[in-house]
């Protein structure tokens, strides 16, 4: 494919995809955080030793049960952390201790994990683990974290607090500029006289960043419960007409208008959508399983697309110079320098989790000079539609009569919406005399374009173990493949799981498992496809 075919796929007017971003900032997310207060019946038994009845106002039986717990760890860089001046609380584990809730609970459970999902996920089946016990005694607190994910499958967390009377050891919740409080010492109530007790409860997401300021008095007792999809019985996504979520009309519109259109994508191509929720995944995740567990607007778009017969899937996009282990500055003639400004960066798309930290540099090693190429895994690089993604230089020695004479040029790949062609930066040549030795140099910024060489749409058919030789570059790569050319309707994101973690503090180390944000892709056929099929009407 040319390059001129190749970037017909990006040849729509600026104001369709418009119109489509427009759509999709106007959909109602549903919330990141959902909170209540739910009647439990007392249950009165007789006294068993360690057995503590809830409500309670007894702060010598509290007591009892902080002493029983351990003091709370958090997770940092993947290691089990005691530090009370981050974190300052008791835990008690699942195996030492047991609670009965009554059937009340599984009715709580459902009413808040469905406020949570909302109306995208109610084909969808859940369960709850119970995963710790914790008291927050006067003067104990918890900073900004966020929760260790412990499977793929999980999104969220819910907390129970029993009512206690406390002052303070509010959860504060943000999510971007959305603010949300979680105030269990009010919303947890009881008296002598109701023979129900009011059990104040949240639930959230597990991108959420969240803390527990303060408590000044009393004893806050929660129990944290893991929230995750099932995976025994999800049923299948396909729609034969769209059935998308009661809050996106407006986007159903903009995509039957768009595939409708015969200019738009005539030939075909692809949108992107950056995610707006984070989503725990490793290397061993089925990155393409994970499109089941897609939640809010990133579960509403996939709806619609398949809804309109539209391919939908997921894609891990990498800044090629992070996972090579770079810093944000780079060490330069004596001095950091800061590194080139995304849209001056590259970015790898890739079909699966890639374990940067295990393999190391080697394994991105073929992605450090080629801004086009795949590697024996099927991965490939991408090229977005606006975007400068590459930049490199190449050095050219000749003998004159002189002396030795190297001329090193510096590009960068454009993409300027009809092809994809060169861009001469700059042009160092150096001269070293071949009698004195002395040495000149002249710079020149012809800020000039150049058609790509071939090489860059061609496939060479070659085994693993064979590399070619790309003498615009001066040295040896893998071989090239096509360059893939995204248009993004939401802002692309990306992660790193060597040098970018999203758990910096964590309510628990874990080793297997960072939050990723990723990627969906969705194939638009060429309209005279769309016409036969009836995906265009």
Not at 296 to 303: C, Q, S
Not at 459 to 472: D, P, Q, W
Request: proline share 6%.
């Amino acid at each position: 494919m040319a390059s001129d075919e190749l970037l017909a796929k990006t040849i729509t007017s600026f104001s369709t995809f418009q119109q489509l971003r427009k759509a999709i900032e106007e959909i109602k997310e549903t919330p990141v955080f959902t909170k209540g207060a739910w009647d439990f019946p007392k249950i009165i038994e007789p006294g068993y030793p360690r057995c503590l009845q809830f409500p309670t106002s007894d702060d010598a039986e509290l007591q009892r049960l902080s002493d029983a717990c351990q003091s709370a760890t958090f997770g940092r860089n993947k290691q089990d952390v005691l530090d009370e001046s981050y974190r300052l609380a008791r835990k008690m584990d699942t195996e030492d201790f047991s609670i009965n809730f009554g059937f009340e609970f599984y009715e709580m459970l459902n009413h808040a994990v469905r406020g949570l999902l909302g109306v995208q996920h109610d084909d969808k089946n859940f369960r709850a683990e119970l995963y710790k016990l914790n008291v927050y005694g006067p003067g104990s607190f918890f900073k900004a974290h966020k929760d260790t994910p412990r499977a793929d499958n999980m999104f969220g967390s819910l907390v129970v607090a029993l009512p206690t009377p406390h002052q303070g050891g509010t959860l504060l919740v943000r999510q971007g500029a959305e603010n949300y409080e979680f105030d269990s010492s009010s919303a947890s109530t009881s008296s002598s006289e109701s023979t129900s007790a009011a059990v104040a409860w949240t639930a959230f997401y597990s991108q959420v960043e969240h803390e527990v300021i303060p408590v000044v008095s009393g004893y806050r007792v929660t129990l944290t419960y893991n929230l995750y999809f099932s995976t025994a019985s999800d049923p299948p996504l396909l729609l034969p007409t769209p059935n998308p979520a009661p809050e996106s009309p407006e986007l159903v519109t903009q995509f039957k208008t768009c595939l409708d259109d015969a200019t738009f994508l005539p030939s075909g191509g692809l949108l992107g959508f950056g995610l707006k929720h984070e989503y725990p995944l490793s290397a061993s995740s089925d990155l393409q399983a994970s499109i089941k567990y897609l939640k809010g607007t990133d579960r509403t778009i996939v709806k619609i697309a398949d809804g309109f017969g539209l391919k939908s899937y997921l894609r891990a996009v990498y800044d090629i110079m992070e996972a090579k282990g770079g810093p944000d500055e780079e060490y330069e003639d004596g001095k950091y320098v800061t590194k080139p400004p995304p849209e001056h960066k590259r970015w790898l798309l890739s079909e699966t989790i890639l374990d940067l930290g295990r393999k190391g540099a080697q394994e991105v090693e073929p992605y450090d000079i080629e801004e086009s190429l795949r590697y024996k895994d099927g991965t490939e690089t991408l090229i977005c539609k606006g975007f400068i993604p590459d930049e490199g230089e190449n050095s050219v020695g000749v003998d004159t009569d002189e002396g030795r004479k190297t001329t090193t040029t510096e590009r960068e790949l454009c993409d300027v919406g009809t092809k994809v062609v060169s861009r001469i930066l700059k042009r160092t040549i150096n001269t070293k005399n071949r009698e004195t030795g002395k040495q000149t140099s002249v710079v020149e910024t012809p800020n000039i374009f150049e058609e790509v060489p071939k090489p860059l749409d061609t496939v060479s058919e070659t085994t693993e173990e064979e590399e070619v030789s790309f003498s615009r570059w001066g040295r040896k790569s893998k071989p090239k493949s096509k360059p893939i050319v995204v248009n993004w309707i939401t802002m692309m994101k990306k992660n790193n799981p060597v040098h970018t973690s999203y758990i910096s503090y964590g309510n628990q180390a874990e080793m297997a498992y960072l939050y990723a944000q990723i990627n969906l892709m969705v194939e638009v056929p060429s309209f005279e496809e769309r016409r036969q099929t009836g995906k265009s009407v």
